[in-house]
């Protein structure tokens, strides 16, 4: 079955840092994949799609990678705030018409 | 102001009740959908509606019912039959299915008395 694996530690880093989260999935091959943003107790936000013919997608301070080959995303965020702090979900598409959400990586930014 | 709404926030259910989660959109979006997320995992798709008055199950569709009857709305009962009800429920609409960002309400917490 599909599995998507998200670093399940948060992710600890100095304000003004680039923060890089993984997402990696196996046994199928999304023709896209979707970045969400979740603070606690609310629904996830969309941030960014990226097709698989596309390497690299960015959005203001957000940048989005996709590797077919290594069936590997990064996100990365620049010049990080505390305001980003949040957990962040990737959702690759699954062919049957749904996305496949990972567990999410808790990203804090300390100020 | 767009968006989705879902009611109440929080909800309890007391054992062997059937109880329903409210959605409203108020995106003209066709497409809408139900997940379950529970702490540590991902979201789980539960059920799914392409248009009005179709639907289709999910990846854990068990002992959860929905309708969908008209575009702007789409209920979820939980019955009697989910077994571990206990989660904390999101319910999303996109403008069709497949490649399309999801819009989330901010959730319902269901808790067993």
């Known amino acids: 079955s599909q599995k998507i694996e998200q670093n399940s530690e948060a992710l600890n880093i100095q304000e003004g840092k680039t923060a890089t989260l993984t997402c990696n999935y196996t046994n199928y091959s999304p023709a896209y994949l979707q970045w969400y943003r979740q603070d606690p107790g609310r629904g996830p936000v969309f941030l960014l799609l990226i097709r698989e013919n596309e390497k690299e997608k960015r959005k203001e301070r957000l940048k989005v990678t996709f590797d077919t080959t290594l069936k590997q995303s990064l996100f990365h965020i620049t010049a990080s705030q505390p305001a980003d702090s949040a957990t962040y979900l990737c959702a690759p598409w699954d062919s049957s018409y749904k996305l496949i959400f990972g567990s999410g990586t808790r990203l804090l930014v300390r100020p | 102001d767009g968006g989705i709404t879902q009611s109440p926030k929080y909800l309890f259910r007391k054992e062997g009740q059937n109880v329903t989660l409210s959605c409203e959109q108020n995106?003209?979006?066709?497409?809408m959908y139900w997940y379950r997320q529970d702490p540590g995992q991902g979201l789980r798709l539960i059920y799914y509606s392409q248009i009005v008055n179709d639907f289709q199950k999910g990846d854990i569709a068990e002992g959860y019912s929905v309708s969908r009857e008209k575009k702007e709305s789409f209920p979820l009962t939980v019955t009697s039959a989910q077994k571990n009800p206990t989660a904390f429920y999101l319910c999303?609409?996109?403008?069709?299915?497949?490649?399309?960002?999801?819009?989330f309400g901010d959730g319902t917490r269901l808790s067993i008395l």
């Open positions: 999303a609409s996109s403008p069709a299915t497949g490649n399309q960002p999801q819009h």
């Open positions: 995106l003209n979006h066709d497409a």
